[in-house]
């Protein structure tokens, strides 16, 4: 994702780049950003930091840690923070940087890499910040759609994964399920994606080919799906609503996490099923 953003934005703006791997570094030095050497640095020469990270664990380091962004950025400085992480980190986050006079806007990414440009920002905090980042928003986005208060821009993220992960472990054990049964998994696949059936989106008709040819170079990887789920169950939680097909996703992810497959595509589900239905141990 930081990756994509980076790419655009150099064709607009100076951008500088910082993250914990050398490796991306490097190849957002490859695509014309300059490097800084950690996270105050960034914010002491730019006056914006779009946050690409995995968990809300590594924005908080990256805005508070001794040389985080709150300790160098000067008064103005708007972070937008485009992980996806939970409301109450982001309203923490928020009275932190606001404390500093520094804007904190919580805008996770609707859409995937390979379509940056045309991504959908559902954004929480300050709507006059919003309006000041929005031109660079819009080099990444197609909209840019103020939600709220800070954290509400992570919630609408956070439920519109949940009905992500209810695709994807679904279509794995539909065509795990149809194979069993003697249903060609791209049989099937063919007469259910050529259809014009309700159920058909793209997220299936992106995942199962992936199952078929059990391809699983990872996009969204099993353990980002189990992060976002576990984020989406304690949002609820600290609000006490209960759940229930959440609870039953979780189950699935979680077994596939245990059976090795976290590094891999969230299509490699399908494999946890496979071991499942031809007699291994039921998950959970």
């Known amino acids: 994702m930081g990756l994509a953003m ?31 050497a950690g996270p105050g640095e960034l914010a ?17 380091s990256v805005l508070l840690g001794p040389d985080g962004i709150l300790a160098r950025a000067a008064a103005g400085y708007i972070v937008v923070d485009m992980t996806t992480g939970d409301p109450s980190s982001s309203a923490r986050f928020a009275a932190m940087a606001t404390a500093r006079s520094v804007h904190y806007l919580d805008a996770p990414v609707l859409g995937r890499p390979d379509k940056c440009g045309e991504w959908t920002l559902p954004t929480g905090g300050d709507p006059d910040a919003l309006e000041r980042a929005k031109p660079v928003l819009l080099r990444v986005a197609r909209r840019v759609e103020h939600v709220g208060p800070a954290g509400r821009g992570m919630a609408v993220k956070l439920l519109n994964n949940l009905m992500f992960a209810t695709i994807n472990v679904i279509t794995a054990e539909v065509a795990s399920l149809g194979e069993e049964l003697g249903i060609d998994p791209g049989r099937l696949f063919d007469v259910i994606a050529g259809s014009e059936a309700a159920t058909v989106s793209p997220l299936f008709k992106s995942l199962m080919p992936k199952m078929i040819e059990r391809a699983y ?5 099993v353990d980002l799906l189990a992060k976002d789920l576990r984020l989406a169950v304690r949002m609820a939680e600290e ?15 979680d077994a596939a996490q245990a059976q090795g497959l976290g590094p891999y ?12 239905q031809s007699g291994g141990n039921a998950p959970g």
């Open 239 to 253: 609000r006490g609503i209960p759940l229930i097909v959440p609870r039953a996703l979780q189950t699935a992810v």
């Open 44 to 60: 002491a020469r730019t006056a914006m930091a779009l946050l690409s990270l995995p968990a809300p664990e590594q924005v908080e």
């Open 265 to 276: 595509d969230s299509a490699a589900v399908y494999e946890m099923f496979r071991r499942f």
């Open 6 to 36: 980076a790419a655009r934005l150099v064709e607009a703006y100076g951008v500088v780049a910082w993250d914990v791997s050398d490796r991306a570094l490097a190849r957002a030095g490859k695509a014309g950003a300059a490097r800084a």
């Open 217 to 221: 170079d990872p996009v969204f990887t």
